[in-house]
């Protein structure tokens, strides 16, 4: 399983990749899946043993979530 988090814009999506690369963890971004809607284009993919430490790091940080969901591959 996978997260994908979505956010309000291309300017956040940069910000959080950078900060989740400097935890070393490993992210991908990815279009918006069709199945979720978002103002930005873009998505950041995480997998499913990393989002405690992604979750905090988001909320220390001053990025616009718009929402964080599970997905299947």
Do not use: T, W
């Not at 978002?38 to 990393?50: F, H, P, Q, T, V």
């Not at 790091?57 to 591959?73: A, D, F, N, P, Q």
Request: hydrophobic share 40%.
């Amino acid at each position: 399983m996978n997260y994908v988090i979505l956010f309000n814009s291309v300017h956040f999506v940069m910000k959080a990749e950078k900060a989740i690369k400097e935890k070393n963890i490993s992210v991908q971004l990815i279009p918006v899946p069709r199945q979720f809607s978002s103002d930005c284009g873009m998505a950041i993919k995480i997998k499913e043993e990393n989002i405690d430490i992604v979750r905090q790091l988001l909320e220390k940080g001053k990025y616009k979530v718009e929402g964080i969901h599970k997905i299947s591959e």
